[in-house]
């Protein structure tokens, strides 16, 4: 395969002889290497090289002024619109926001020659049309908005020449003033030039290469298929048909540089691909496939990523044995790790902080691995202050004082007046503090990221002090944002050699024998009707101002370009795409299969990966005598039955949390959680009952107890909240519905106190019952805390106290092998073993046991009852029963030949 580059190389050869003295101009950098690269095969001996340009260097060389970075370019902008604007100026963060669109269609308005005047006027007129009222005055912002149109005209001349004065400008601007300086470039530079493989030429470029042609000293070569060129309806011949029926100079000569490759033999398949990172991985397969056949088959490969957003995944999905690798895209800085940190070190000072810092800020930013290794163990100090105490909000002394003063804190939390300058050279310290430990263990990638951090600081700071407007943190953060996002790592690499991946762009003038090209749907490849202008479409339409169907012969051509000269083409695209990852199959793919390529050379696949089939099996952890000591353990200090509930409900629960001592991450409680909930309605309960213990309850005693309800409340929220704050939101909600539930459950009493006689025997007492298991050869206890233990008529009653729902069915059974195998019956199973150890103390002969629910107090005492027989007393009979199941329950824990199992829960 001869590339195009080489045709243009052995024809101007067979022209001039030479390439001494010629001015190359190609589309892009890129291009011009592989030129050079051309050249220097071709000759055998030393010449003076010829000078190559990209197109905008080339312009820029005649111009006489440089482009400008797109922030500066923003800010002088503003600069000039809060002279020229009347009224209330925007800040620059909102202008920020429009800017950009009003320097695109700026740029636009100039790259293709337009009468700045006419369309801005006609602009001022529609807009002015958009808010016409019968009504004779205008508000005063209609006025002013009004008056921002009409004086648009006004903005982008002050805009042009205040950067004409700086010797600067944008794109646009620098392609205006060429064309007005060609005429000079010319005389000093009355070289050959020849450009080469040019598609769609926006007006001024057009003009520049025409009026070069007319004066003979230049030459022009079209990288184009006849096949396209040929079809009058072939979108990737629009626009080179189009300059051969236009330009005046083809008149009297032909267009240079038409190939015939299309229609020659092609393997080209279209595969369907569910979502990105399917693709990456296909893509990962592919290449795979393709260096097992022939070794030297990637030198001529290129990877062409449609959505330069899979870089990243399809990185890491190429093959180990693929060595080399050129990327001709950087790595983008907004992507890295140390933006996230500094995305967070923003938030905590663009929120509000008066109360202190938000917790979640504080630990986001804590436990970013640049910051770790900044704090070290400090770090991990604050954060286990703020999760044991429950620290919702935190100031700067608490911070401190946490910290022993660790100096690096005061880099990250301080209350100094927060200024955008201020600010940036903190966050300059930050880096320097924390370059320091990467210095010594010399990790240069991480360093590489700090410096390139350090100087996008330093470049915004210089930028704030010639320009004053950027006055909060939020303008700061766009700016940063904005500046971060062309920002970027580049990969060191030949481009001569290896695997080359690259975007669609990058691809202009190459030519590989194998093109892989990923994410070929709608919305990417062709990108879609996005309109990002203030011009309307029809006024764009009547200026000749590029729209979205010119993007639309865009795409094509270079999606068509690609596949002109190849063997083999993979063309992979999403088959579900979302919003975020474009649309259906692309046209182009509708296309290429309909435009009379034959068909047996095209395969069409969808490569959805094997789906197997997993059973998940549920978790076995054998028992052996490790394990077996760790149950003897916890037998001896005594199963609790919230323990063997566990055991019930999952095994492997109960492993973990029981045994090994595994319990749930913990976490601040930012609103008051269920366990707290229930442990502050105990512990208020005992509180106001434990001077009644002994006594028969009367209306004067339980009367008395009311007072005192919302200060205990308030006592043991503070105990069990830690630091906690209840005085707000739904904290404070919390705290008075257990005042509610409280004084509810009082009042009731009261009512039963007046019909009954009532006495309280016990408040939160502690029992513990030793098992007789002699298949086992260690001893076995049971150990609990009785809520409310009291006598009601002469009838002995165990009550617990829940928070949550419970129904009468959950006590009440009617198979006894159930409370030892379904969860369901947990609360009935927490019944009757408190039943069983009091009985094991007192030797009673009956008993009631049942549970006071505070979600349904009305409901009064829901009884443990035997089904069948609808028996509420627990008498001998009944005890013997449960315990039986008990110990079988703990016999089954201790045997070391039953393995813990997992239940599906």
């Known amino acids: 395969m001869r590339s195009f580059i080489v045709e243009v190389i052995e024809e101007v050869f067979q022209k001039h002889q030479s390439v001494e003295g010629l001015v190359f101009v190609l589309p892009s950098k890129r291009a011009g290497t592989f030129l050079r690269n051309a050249i220097a095969k071709k000759i055998n001996t030393t010449i003076f090289a010829p000078k190559i340009y990209s197109i905008e260097e080339f312009v820029e060389n005649i111009s006489g002024l440089a482009y400008a970075s797109n922030t500066l370019l923003l800010f002088e902008l503003y600069n000039t619109y809060l002279k020229n604007i009347r009224g209330e100026k925007e800040s620059f963060h909102d202008f920020s926001k429009w800017g950009q669109t009003l320097l695109q269609d700026f740029n636009e308005v100039d790259r293709h020659l337009i009468d700045a005047k006419e369309i801005f006027g006609n602009l001022a007129a529609i807009q002015e049309l958009n808010h016409w009222s019968p009504q004779a005055e205008k508000t005063k912002m209609m006025e002013n908005y009004l008056h921002f149109w009409n004086n648009i005209e006004k903005l982008y001349r002050d805009f042009g020449q205040s950067l004409v004065q700086k010797g600067v400008g944008y794109q646009g601007l620098v392609y205006r003033h060429a064309c007005s300086c060609l005429e000079a470039y010319q005389k000093k530079n009355p070289n050959l030039h020849v450009f080469v493989g040019f598609n769609a030429l926006n007006r001024a470029e057009s003009q520049i290469i025409q009026?070069?042609?007319?004066?003979?000293?230049?030459?022009?070569?079209?990288?184009?298929?006849?096949?396209?060129?040929?079809?009058?309806?072939?979108?990737?011949?629009?626009?080179?048909?189009?300059?051969?029926?236009?330009?005046?100079?083809?008149?009297?000569?032909?267009?240079?540089?038409?190939?015939?490759?299309?229609?020659?033999?092609?393997?080209?398949?279209?595969?369907?691909?569910?979502?990105?990172?399917?693709?990456?991985?296909?893509?990962?397969?592919?290449?795979?496939?393709?260096?097992?056949?022939?070794?030297?088959?990637?030198?001529?490969?290129?990877?062409?990523?449609?959505?330069?957003?899979?870089?990243?995944?399809?990185?890491?999905?190429?093959?180990?044995?693929?060595?080399?690798?050129?990327?001709?895209?950087?790595?983008?800085?907004?992507?890295?790790?140390?933006?996230?940190?500094?995305?967070?070190?923003?938030?905590?000072?663009?929120?509000?902080?008066?109360?202190?810092?938000?917790?979640?800020?504080?630990?986001?930013?804590?436990?970013?691995?640049?910051?770790?290794?900044?704090?070290?163990?400090?770090?991990?100090?604050?954060?286990?202050?703020?999760?044991?105490k429950n620290l919702t909000y935190l100031t700067t002394e608490r911070l401190k004082s946490i910290s022993d003063s660790n100096p690096a804190i005061d880099l990250l939390f301080f209350d100094d007046l927060i200024l955008p300058e201020n600010f940036l050279k903190k966050c300059t310290e930050l880096i320097l503090a924390i370059r320091e430990p990467f210095q010594n263990q010399r990790d240069t990638m991480a360093l590489e990221y700090l410096y390139r951090f350090h100087t996008l600081f330093n470049q915004i700071l210089d930028l704030l002090r010639n320009y004053r407007f950027i006055t909060d943190l939020k303008s700061l953060q766009a700016l940063f944002k904005e500046l971060l996002s062309a920002e970027t790592l580049d990969f060191q690499g030949d481009p001569l050699e290896g695997l080359q991946i690259m975007g669609m762009l990058e691809s202009r003038n190459l030519d590989f024998e194998t093109v892989i090209l990923t994410s070929v749907n709608e919305g990417i490849l062709p990108s879609g009707k996005s309109n990002n202008s203030f011009i309307p479409f029809d006024l764009k339409t009547y200026f000749g101002l590029p729209t979205y169907k010119e993007k639309d012969a865009i795409y094509t051509y270079h999606?068509?370009?690609?596949l002109q000269r190849a063997k083999n083409v993979y063309i992979l695209y999403n088959i579900e795409p979302d919003v975020l990852e474009g649309g259906e199959k692309s046209r182009l793919i509708t296309q290429l299969l309909t435009d009379g390529q034959k068909a047996r050379d095209i395969q069409e696949v969808i490569a959805t990966p094997k789906t197997i089939q997993v059973n998940k099996e549920p978790e076995i952890v054998a028992k052996n005598q490790n394990l077996l000591n760790l149950i003897r353990e916890h037998a001896e200090s005594g199963f609790s039955p919230s323990s063997l509930s566990n055991y019930i409900r999952n095994p492997i629960d109960f492993y973990k949390q029981s045994l090994l001592g595994i319990e749930n991450t913990f976490e601040v409680e930012e609103t008051v959680a269920s366990n707290t909930f229930g442990t502050v309605v105990h512990d208020t309960l005992e509180n106001l009952y434990e001077s009644l213990i002994g006594k028969y309850l009367t209306v004067a005693d339980l009367t008395a107890l009311k007072p005192n309800i919302e200060k205990l409340v308030a006592h043991h929220f503070s105990k069990s909240y830690r630091d906690g704050d209840i005085t707000k939101g739904k904290n404070l909600i919390a705290y008075h519905v257990i005042v509610k539930y409280l004084q509810k459950f009082v009042a009731l009493e009261i009512e039963e106190v007046q019909k009954h006689k009532i006495k309280i025997l016990g408040l939160e007492k502690k029992m513990k019952l030793g098992l007789d298991l002699p298949k086992i050869n260690f001893p076995a206890y049971l150990k609990g805390k009785i809520d409310r233990i009291d006598e009601k008529d002469g009838v002995l009653r165990i009550i617990d106290y829940k928070t949550g729902?419970?129904?009468?069915?959950?006590?009440?059974?009617?198979?006894?092998?159930?409370?030892?195998?379904?969860?369901?019956?947990?609360?009935?199973?927490?019944?009757?073993?408190?039943?069983?150890m009091y009985h094991d103390e007192h030797r009673i002969e009956s008993l009631e046991a049942g549970i006071i629910t505070f979600k349904n107090l009305g409901g009064g005492v829901q009884k443990f009852t035997v089904k069948d027989s609808n028996k509420t007393l627990v008498d001998q009979e009944i005890l013997r029963l449960f315990k039986n199941q008990l110990e079988q329950l703990i016999l089954e824990i201790c045997d070391i030949n039953i393995p813990f199992t997992e239940k599906e829960v």
């Open 211 to 388: 009026k070069m042609l007319d004066s003979l000293n230049a030459e022009i070569f079209w990288d184009i298929d006849t096949a396209f060129l040929n079809d009058p309806i072939h979108d990737a011949g629009y626009f080179i048909r189009k300059y051969h029926k236009s330009w005046p100079y083809f008149a009297n000569n032909e267009l240079q540089g038409l190939s015939d490759h299309y229609n020659r033999p092609k393997d080209i398949q279209i595969i369907g691909v569910p979502k990105n990172i399917s693709q990456a991985k296909y893509v990962g397969h592919l290449l795979k496939e393709i260096n097992s056949k022939h070794s030297d088959a990637l030198l001529k490969t290129a990877l062409i990523l449609g959505d330069e957003n899979l870089l990243n995944p399809t990185l890491n999905a190429i093959p180990k044995e693929i060595e080399t690798v050129n990327i001709t895209m950087g790595y983008p800085l907004q992507k890295t790790t140390l933006a996230a940190m500094f995305d967070q070190f923003f938030a905590l000072y663009i929120k509000p902080h008066q109360n202190g810092w938000y917790h979640r800020d504080i630990l986001a930013l804590l436990t970013h691995p640049y910051i770790d290794v900044l704090l070290n163990d400090t770090s991990h100090k604050i954060i286990r202050e703020i999760k044991t």
């Open 559 to 562: 999606f068509y370009r690609l």
């Open 805 to 836: 729902n419970v129904a009468s069915k959950n006590v009440t059974i009617s198979n006894w092998d159930d409370i030892r195998l379904n969860y369901d019956y947990s609360k009935a199973f927490q019944l009757l073993c408190y039943a069983l």
